[in-house]
């Protein structure tokens, strides 16, 4: 066996590699100096994060289409982009977390580095896989230690009520996925690879079967309606920095795990899947939208956004092409930085003062004029509003799905688009225009949010504009 | 050549980063500090500006038997939209741009510098918002030099607005007067009017011929603009040919922000703006960028639509004479001005529409870069000087002036140097562009040459009416409450360093030693021509014929003027009235467009269309309300929901 394919998995090997040093720092040092233990995580993450950028470009190792494991592990230039996204994600995550986990959570800081880092292998292994049983061991990697993470903040019942009901759902939808799975196995010739299943789908009703047992699984992590109930009370239980991990990280690397397996696995089949989706995304976006309007806790409000914005993420599967594919990545890119900007503020704003509600925000321009603004630039590109990233992210979707000429699809996320602006603006009217009955103090937030923020905000107006960036995704798509 | 493409980047991203660092931590620093930063930084553009020109010129290695040959110094692929269509932002080096990327840096600089005096109290303290005077200043240098450096129509467009908008908050600057925050509205308003016509202009352009770039639009091959005549020749639209009818439109851009008659109305207002600003935007490079635009595209305007460029001809020659009657009546000093340069950037046109092309045949060409270099020069200098007179005595008004002569030394010699050179007296720079301009015109066009010289001497008039009433005439009324005093050098420098200019380039150009057809022509090629004295000998007599009335006047206070005036009295309440076309707008507006057309539609919106919303909004809001439901907290009804929800799926896909 020639060892050197190995090295195409790098991004798994250093991530294991630090997830062990992690756990090795906390029991050497844990005891005495957990400041000590943070630091050791957070650089030795970043220096991972910094070592995926620059390490492993396939296209660079004169091998167009590596496998490991005889093709249960796949690997390209995107699937490499996309794995360095999450990276920078997490970090992302990481850096606002890093207040919580010196105070609150100061006593098992190294356990929520570990147990992050867990989920984030499983995602990669998810996004990699080449057969279901390998992408089904990836979602679940990626599941169960989300359960704990959500279960955090062991003093309080929200937070161990939202980890029972997600705990219970996602038992059920891998059920749900696994007897997917099963009916797939029998009704393709006794294969899980997905190039076996190309071939032998050849649109049986037991198959068919199994495909919505799939969707039905991997809509759960994608929160798609109607697997998305969980969604709202484990966001709004789960402490911050897990929710916005959940709502960013995670989704990511779902929606592009699904369109990996769309791409590769049901290929052949569009009429089967592309009906469905046409209906889950009308679906999610409007449902995602009407119940965001009347949320006025900001993390139940980012939760239902984040289900409209996964709906606009499935545009991108939708479409189906390389055009599609391009443009998902971007999307989720640019919704990457500007979620995170959102919970951000919402997390030192939480920090800070416990306040969750949009009426506490109320005034917020007159205390802290520079928290508001970022997240009046998180809201308008999460909005779509010109010239903020997020509007070239959603330009580029749709045109993604023009190009399939599914005009009404269009229309109504156009539409849907309209209704999720006035939600947005409502968390900008409070903080710019209305008056505050007792305002929050103005206060400085820690060194590592501010400048988590900043980068969030330098990338949300600016991403858009670099055009280069968009044209290197669309080169390296498939 | 490698050298020059590796410094170009920065002519745009230090304005650009200037614009950012005091935009966003202006406030952190001392007034000072940002005054200071802003002009050093924009030195060193400057200093890259003046490199690149001056090896694009002297080098020689872009030079080829005699041609200039137009480089790309970089271009860069920003927004494909088709295969053969796509914009790209870059970095174009012909003589055109060469020139302004000397006559933007140059008056920039001295703006900078002059502002750090004009926006200091008396007392020494600043004007409270200098970091964002000095941010946007820095963004309007940015916007003009990627404007006249850039290589397709697109990017102009993009920069072209850029530069809108730091117009609008420059004039709007002193925020807190209803006068200001008015003329911004006016200036912004009018020129995006303008500027509508202009996108449409291009977008009909560029679907035709399926490209924004210029290298492309203005290759002549035999007598024609190639790929404009093989693209859209014998295409009509209305019994017009397509082509004049987009070219036009983009003049009407440029007619906007060159405030040519009738969209001249928001330049006289935007004098509303600090003085500097005024210097820079409104008189030396934003109001040009219409003749710049006009130049650029030239060989299209001259081979593919002859009749408009006759029609800009008129225009200008209109523009011209309008306004310089209108200056000639005007008692606010820095109104003259607006009203001079309106008469100058007209006269910069009629040399266009004059114009033929190639080598001596383009005489009009070079003749109105070549004003429009000179008119930058001594205008800027017009307008520092009027500041620094406003600075001393605290009114715009030449009531509130008189006898300063004395006082303001340095102020009075380089402002009569700029009035001589405005006038067209020899050896100052002025002179000789504008004797060019009466060449070209009498060559070519007959009417425009009457026009054109009657304003000469209608401009000596005004400008030494001007001159005289400031520095002469006799001490206001109630007489100065300050004493006014001499500003200091960090003003004086400017004024001195321009007139400098002036002086030197006429003498240049009157011994041959830099003429100016070497360096720019219609065709770039070079070629030689000599003063023209036929043309030179009347026109100067026009000019001493206007100095000399205007001394008859108002050297001394007598009752004179007022005799004058009545002798003119319909005609003089017109001038001051500036013919009523402020008014003609406003009852445009109000009584037709808003009164008879606006009102229906917004009774229509407000009650068909809103009320439709409502219902949409009534509807949204209704059905959120009652699928809360589905959100009940149970975990066991969320697994009913997915179950169901597979179910669903499954029934419907098979």
Redesign the interface.
């Given at each position: 066996m020639d060892y050197t394919n190995f090295l195409f998995m790098n991004h798994e090997i250093s991530l294991v590699v630090v997830m062990v040093l992690v756990l090795l720092t906390d029991l050497i040092f844990g005891d005495k100096n957990k400041k000590l233990c943070q630091y050791a995580a957070l650089g030795l993450f970043l220096a991972h994060t910094v070592l995926g950028l620059y390490l492993g470009h396939i296209s660079d190792m004169g091998n167009s289409s590596p496998e490991v494991f005889a093709d249960m592990y796949i690997t390209s230039d995107m699937h490499i982009l996309v794995k360095n996204i999450l990276n920078i994600g997490t970090f992302l995550v990481f850096m606002f977390a890093f207040r919580w986990n010196t105070t609150e959570n100061k006593e098992h800081s190294s356990e929520f580095y570990f147990l992050t880092l867990s989920t984030l292998l499983g995602m990669y292994l998810m996004v990699s896989s080449g057969h279901f049983l390998l992408f089904y061991i990836g979602l679940e990697t990626a599941s169960i230690p989300l359960a704990t993470l959500v279960a955090f903040n062991k003093k309080q019942k929200e937070s161990a009520e939202a980890a029972?009901?997600y705990v219970?759902?996602a038992a059920?939808?891998s059920g749900?996925m696994l007897f997917g799975i099963s009916m797939l196995y029998v009704s393709c010739n006794g294969s899980l690879y997905f190039n076996d299943i190309l071939e032998a789908f050849d649109k049986q009703?037991l198959q068919?079967?199994a495909?919505?047992?799939f969707?039905?699984g991997i809509?759960?992590k994608l929160s798609l309606?109607?697997?998305h109930?969980?969604t709202?009370?484990t966001y709004q239980g789960a402490p911050t920095a897990v929710t916005a991990y959940l709502s960013v990280i995670s989704k990511g690397a779902a929606a592009f795990a699904l369109f990996c397996i769309i791409g590769k696995a049901f290929a052949y089949a569009p009429e089967?899947w592309k009906?469905?989706l046409w209906?889950l995304i009308v679906i999610t976006i409007t449902?995602g939208n009407?119940?965001a309007?009347?949320q006025t806790n900001m993390k139940r409000f980012m939760a239902f956004s984040s289900i409209s914005q996964a709906g606009y993420i499935m545009l991108g599967v939708a479409a189906g092409s390389a055009l599609g594919m391009s443009s998902l990545v971007y999307y989720v890119l640019i919704y990457l930085f500007t979620n995170l900007a959102a919970f951000g503020v919402i997390s030192s704003i939480e920090n800070e003062t416990g306040k969750l509600n949009r009426d506490d925000y109320d005034g917020l321009y007159e205390t802290n004029p520079k928290l508001a603004l970022v997240m009046m630039l998180a809201m308008f590109s999460l909005g779509g509003i010109p010239p903020f990233a997020g509007c070239f992210s959603k330009l580029f979707i749709f045109i993604s799905v023009f190009e399939q000429k599914e005009y009404l699809l269009v229309f109504i996320a156009l539409l849907n688009t309209v209704?999720s602006l006035y939600y947005y603006l409502l968390v900008v009217k409070a903080m710019f225009i209305k008056d505050p009955k007792n305002p929050i103090a103005t206060f400085k937030s820690d060194n590592m949010t501010r400048v988590g923020l900043i980068i969030c905000t330098i990338c949300m107006i600016v991403l858009g504009f670099i055009?280069g960036l968009y044209q290197y995704i669309e080169s390296i798509s498939f | 050549m490698e050298q020059l493409a590796n410094l170009a980047p920065f002519v745009l991203l230090l304005p650009l980063c200037m614009f950012l660092v005091l935009g966003l931590f202006g406030n952190k620093m001392a007034h000072k500090t940002a005054g200071l930063l802003g002009t050093a930084v924009f030195g060193v553009t400057s200093v890259i500006c003046y490199y690149i020109a001056i090896n694009y010129f002297f080098s020689g290695n872009f030079q080829n038997g005699g041609t200039f040959e137009a480089v790309e110094l970089f271009n860069m692929?920003?927004?494909r939209m088709t295969d053969t269509l796509c914009i790209h932002i870059g970095f174009l080096l012909d003589p055109l741009s060469a020139i302004m990327l000397i006559v933007i840096s140059t008056v920039s600089l001295m703006v900078h510098i002059y502002s750090m005096g004009y926006m200091k109290e008396h007392d020494g303290t600043y004007d409270g918002g200098l970091q964002r005077f000095y941010a946007v200043l820095s963004l309007f240098s940015f916007a003009m030099l990627g404007l006249v450096i850039a290589t397709n129509i697109f990017q102009m467009y993009i920069f072209w607005e850029l530069v809108g908008v730091s117009s609008f908050l420059l004039i709007s600057y002193y925020y807190y007067k209803p006068s200001a925050v008015r003329a911004a509205k006016k200036a912004f308003i009018v020129t995006r009017f303008a500027d509508m016509f202009f996108l449409i202009g291009i977008l009909i352009l560029s679907y035709y011929t399926g490209t924004f770039d210029f290298d492309k639009l203005t290759l002549v091959n035999e007598g024609h603009v190639e790929i404009v005549n093989s693209t859209m020749r014998d295409i009509t639209f209305c019994g017009f040919p397509i082509i004049s009818i987009a070219v036009f439109l983009i003049f009407l851009g440029g007619a906007g922000k060159s405030a040519m008659f009738p969209l001249h109305i928001w330049l006289p207002d935007a004098m509303e703006g600090p003085t500097p600003a005024s210097a820079l935007i409104h008189a030396a490079t934003m109001v040009v960028a219409g003749v710049y635009l006009v130049a650029r595209l030239f060989p299209v305007y001259h081979f593919e639509a002859p009749h408009v460029l006759e029609i800009i001809a008129y225009i200008g020659a209109f523009t011209s004479i309008f306004a310089a009657i209108i200056a000639c009546a005007q008692t606010d000093i820095k109104r003259v001005l607006a009203f001079s340069t309106i008469s100058q950037i007209a006269y910069m046109m009629v040399a266009l529409g004059v114009s033929g092309y190639g080598e001596a045949e383009g005489l009009g060409y070079t003749a109105s870069i070549w004003h429009l270099f000179t008119h930058a020069m001594f205008k800027a200098l017009l307008f520092m000087g009027a500041g620094a007179i406003i600075h001393a005595v605290h009114s715009n008004e030449m009531d509130d002036m008189g006898n300063l002569r004395k006082r303001m030394p340095i102020t009075h010699i380089t402002f009569l140097i700029a009035c001589l050179a405005i006038a067209g007296i020899p050896p100052f720079s002025g002179f000789f562009s504008k004797d060019e301009i009466l060449v070209a015109a009498l060559e070519n066009n007959k009417i425009a040459f009457a026009v054109e010289y009657f304003v000469a001497g209608l401009t000596a008039f005004y400008m030494f009416r001007l001159y005289y009433r400031i520095f002469w005439f006799g001490e206001p009324k109630d007489g100065y409450k300050h004493e006014p005093h001499e500003q200091s050098l960090v003003m004086t420098f400017p004024l001195m360093f321009l007139a400098g200019v002036t002086v030197i380039s006429g003498i240049c150009w009157m011994f041959g030693l830099l003429p100016f057809t070497h360096l720019i022509s219609s065709d770039f090629t070079n070629y030689d021509i000599h003063t023209h004295w036929n043309v030179a000998l009347p026109s100067i007599g026009a000019g001493v014929i206007g100095i000399l009335i205007a001394t008859f006047l108002f050297l001394e206070k007598t009752g004179r003027p007022n005799k004058a005036v009545s002798y003119f009295k319909r005609p003089y309440k017109w001038a001051v009235k500036k013919f009523y076309i402020d008014e003609v707008y406003l009852y445009v507006t109000n009584n037709i467009i808003f009164k008879r057309i606006c009102q229906p539609i917004a009774w229509f919106d407000r009650h068909v269309i809103d009320g439709f919303m409502d219902l949409l909004a009534w509807i949204?809001?209704k059905?959120?309300?009652e699928?809360?439901e589905?959100?009940s907290?149970y975990?066991q009804?969320?697994?009913w929901?997915?179950?169901?929800?597979?179910i669903t799926?499954?029934i419907?896909?098979?």
């Open positions: 029972a009901k219970l759902t059920f939808s749900v009703p068919i079967m495909f919505a047992c969707i039905a809509g759960f309606v109607p697997f109930s969980w709202a009370d089967v009906n469905i209906w449902i009407l119940f309007i009347r209704i055009s | 692929e920003w927004l949204t809001n059905s959120s309300e699928i809360k589905v959100q907290g975990v009804q969320y697994a929901v997915f179950i169901i929800g597979v799926i499954v419907c896909a098979i």
